[in-house]
Nanobody, 124 residues
């Protein structure tokens, strides 16, 4: 089970940090991802991190502004979002799949488990 939180309303240029807590599985066996879906649009990849945090990957639209990290002791993955833009407005979802080989995944169909989403709204 994944529980995302941390969304909210922020002005352009501001920051938010999303959190996603996992339960029910050994968190350190999971590769984690963040995706987002804006109204009327398809779900899009945001970022992913390997089980040990050694590998990360970002979508082009967020590179240099967002940072993904994880704390395996707290069963939590984070998404630090800086320099937010109105086009970042979306529901953000965390996702997980089991992988201890160190791979990362950027396709939503690669993930088996999904959180409920948290709304991020960036005003101009």
């Amino acid at each position: 089970q994944l529980q995302a939180s941390g969304g909210g309303l922020v002005q352009a240029g501001g920051s938010l940090r999303l959190s996603c807590v996992a339960s029910g599985r050994t968190f350190s066996s999971l590769v984690m991802g963040w995706f987002r879906q804006a109204p009327g649009k398809e779900r899009r990849f945001v970022s992913t991190i390997s089980w040990n945090g050694d590998s990360t990957y970002y979508g082009d639209s967020v590179k240099g502004r967002f940072t993904i990290s994880r704390d395996n002791a707290k069963n939590t993955v984070y998404l630090q979002m800086n320099s937010l833009k109105p086009e970042d407005t979306a529901v953000y979802y965390c996702a997980a799949r089991v992988d201890k080989l160190g791979y990362i995944y950027f396709r939503d169909r690669s993930y088996a488990y999904w959180g409920q989403g948290t709304q991020v709204t960036v005003s101009s």
